[in-house]
């Protein structure tokens, strides 16, 4: 295995050791992404000079004994944060030379903690859509299928980490958009406890980039192997020192349990409300074997789970009233006149949808407080389990789909489609409550495409997920490179495959 998909972990260790310098890891990383990223289109902006600068400074800093948690570790950042000097654009073309003057918060920590930032990763158009793409930087391709998406709305980041583009990056989640490109990439990711890290400059462009409390959105940390997002969570967890850090200190309990054989699981691969396509049932399936095998007690029912079913609405309408929260007045209305028509009966997600574009304040509310009752029940069930396993998506990565009609998008879960937002039900069983969740590779599939599952914990406990996503990368293995890098052409985003000499097994 090359430099490029060494562990951060791994890096660090041979960088205090002085078996390699940032400068030589930095350069690798640059070399990789000059040779891949055409085919790819992962790096939307990159920042290779001030890299290079950053490189220099931390070999210096080796030199004079200095010791940071990311000293010297090349890594990327999702283009929805702000970085002095680069454009946040959001995919947004109205946007496109829009530059921050200031750092967000979190490339601020990243940097002070002593990372190499080598640029920023694709996003869809708003950070709107299970995909990367957009009219200013074009399309992020899966690295393991050119042909499927890599996710969104951190597909970017993803497809880098997969493509050995940095070590490390950073992303966000509201609707999955850590979880599911990990997924689809093969790579793990961490959606913390809401409210856990601070968010100040991941903010549309344009934005004032104030202290804001947001509903369901987090951001966190994706990287290879499951040890790195603890290490890179260490940087990033604690709040905003505007806010809540003024008062307040970060101490974060320890995992519950250090043994696999210790902990208590319930598996989940069934939803009320949509079919888990036969792949991912499998690597739910298999998961959970590596769980019984290791000594765990797993269970796949609990009376104690709140009802899933509920639970997909109330985040749906609470997902959905944030979407449209700047749309013109007329457009508000016409939902509205949309949302009269519906029959009280309709408890479909489509009728989810639209009542929550059109919610009230005093709806909301309601809204909200059915989101407590189901908070307190996932306290009562995680007083009996210590986790829950369960799909991302009911699916693989699908191919391209770039229909702007996203409401009228369709996915296919073994040979029967459904509407393209369904497949958000699974993500929003952590969201909705607010609760961590860590994404694991979990094996292929049969046409060889990366399939994830999350690690759902209790509130405030992300260490006791990520300790048991630790083990069983242990246990059934972990980031696999794929067996193929691509040799770029001149097209942007397009390219051809080659045996890659050497590539990770």
Known sequence: MDWNFRSAKESAAALRAGEVSSVELTEAAIAGIERDEGVINAICVSDFDRARAAA????????????????????????????????????????RDFVPAEDAVQVSRIKAAGAVVLGKTNVPLGLQDLQSFNEIYGTTNNPWDRGRTAGGSSGGSAAALASGFGALSIGSDIGGSLRTPAHFCGVHAHKPTLGLVANRGMVPPA????????????????????????????????????????????????????RLGDFRVLVLDEHPLIPTGSAVRAGVNRVADALVDGGAHVERHSPLL???????????????SG???????????????????????????????????????????????????????????????????????????????????L???????????????????????????GLPATAIPAGRSAEGLPVGVQLIGPMFEDRTPLRLAELLEQQIGGFRAPKQRVVPDTRRGRGTAAVAAGSAA
């Not at 947001?214 to 020192?241: I, K, N, Y």
């Not at 009228?408 to 993500?427: C, H, K, N, S, T």
């Open 56 to 95: 220099r400074d931390a070999d210096r800093a080796f030199g004079r004994g200095e010791d940071r948690p990311l000293l010297g570790i090349p890594v990327t950042v999702k283009e929805s944060y702000d970085i002095a000097g680069l454009p946040t654009t959001w995919g947004m073309p109205q946007y």
């Open 306 to 320: 709140p009802d899933p079913a509920e639970a997909a609405l109330i985040y749906t309408q609470l997902l959905f």
């Open 323 to 405: 979407s449209v929260a700047r749309f013109p007045v007329e457009e508000y209305e016409r939902l509205q006149t949309r949302a009269a028509g519906l029959s009280a009966e309709d408890r479909s997600l489509d009728a989810a949808r639209l009542r929550g574009m059109v919610l009230s304040h005093r709806d909301w509310v309601e809204v909200n407080n059915r989101r407590e009752l189901h908070r307190h029940g996932w306290r009562q069930l995680f007083a009996e389990f210590d986790a829950v396993v369960c799909p991302i998506t009911p699916t693989p990565a699908f191919p391209h789909d770039h229909n702007p009609d």
């Open 207 to 258: 934005t004032p980039a104030f202290p804001i409390d947001l509903d369901l959105a987090v951001v966190g940390p994706m990287a290879r192997t499951a040890r790195d997002l603890t290490l890179l969570l260490d940087v990033m967890a604690g709040p905003d020192p505007l806010t809540f850090g003024v008062a307040h200190d970060l101490n974060l309990p320890p995992a519950r349990h250090q």
């Open 407 to 433: 409401l009228a998008r369709r996915i296919d879960i073994d040979g029967v489609e459904y509407p393209f937002f369904d497949q958000l039900v699974w993500a929003g069983l952590a969201t909705m409550p």
